[in-house]
Structure formats: structure tokens, C-alpha cells
């Protein structure tokens, strides 16, 4: 299983799990999302919760420690322009944001980064 997954769009509708080595990737998605007590990962309603704000301001986001793995969501509409698309990424270990950042920055394909002009803003869950 990896110890990375990325959860959302990455270029157009529709949000997916992907890993680096594009290998077990729905099995680390059910992995991360039981972790967190979860039926599935694809949960806007959990992410408004999290964030404790009724608007979906680009960037914003939170971070969860759960199952052993840290996890980062936020709204994001770089990939899906629909109201509600988010995205997630999700290290194994327990680790900053800025540190999950960095992993995602280093294990991204490049075409990711460019159509998010935005900077991801994250907060800790309270719950």
C-alpha cells in the first residue's frame, strides 16, 4: 500500500484516488478513509464541518490526524470548477502541514500545480 494518496480532480470533473506508484490506490483509499472513521473520502459536508464555515473559499483547509496518517483537505477547484470540489492529501506517519505539503509538491505529476493559483491555507480539525 502507499504511503501516499492523493484524493480529488486532477484535471477535470471528477474526484479520484491516485498514488504515486499508481498501484493499490482504491485500497489505500478505503485504508485512509476507515482511518477516519469514514465510509468514503469524497465528503464535502465533512470538510464544511471541519471548517466550521458556510462558504468554500479556495485554499481553505484543514488537517486531521487519524489511523496513523495525516491527512490535508481543502477546497479546491483547480481540476473541477463544480461547487463543493475539494481535494485531499493524505501521508502515512503523523506529520505538519507543512510537511505534507512538501510531499505532495515533491510527488504531484507537474501538471497538477499550474491550474491551482491559489495557496493552500490550513487549519487544525477541533473535532
Known amino acids: ?8 480532480a486532477m484535471r477535470s ?6 498514488t504515486p506508484s499508481r498501484i493499490d490506490e482504491r485500497a489505500t483509499e478505503r485504508e485512509v478513509a476507515a482511518s477516519m472513521g469514514w465510509e468514503y473520502l469524497d465528503n464535502p459536508q465533512r470538510l464544511r464541518e471541519a471548517l466550521r464555515i458556510g462558504g468554500q473559499e479556495e485554499g481553505a483547509g484543514v488537517r486531521y490526524e487519524s489511523g496513523g496518517w495525516t491527512l490535508i483537505n481543502f477546497w479546491d477547484r483547480g ?18 502541514s507543512d510537511d505534507v505539503l512538501a510531499v505532495a509538491r515533491e510527488v504531484m505529476p507537474p501538471h497538477y500545480w499550474p491550474s491551482r493559483s491559489f495557496s493552500i491555507r490550513i487549519q487544525d480539525a477541533t473535532s
Not at 500500500?1 to 480529488?8: A, E, I, P, Q, T
Not at 481540476?79 to 505538519?96: I, K, L, P, Q, T
Request: aromatic share 16%.
Open 13 to 18: 470533473c471528477g474526484h479520484y484516488a491516485w
Open 79 to 96: 481540476g473541477d470548477s463544480r461547487s463543493g470540489s475539494h481535494s485531499m492529501f493524505a501521508v502515512r506517519g503523523s506529520h505538519s
Open 1 to 8: 500500500m502507499s504511503d501516499f494518496l492523493f484524493h480529488g
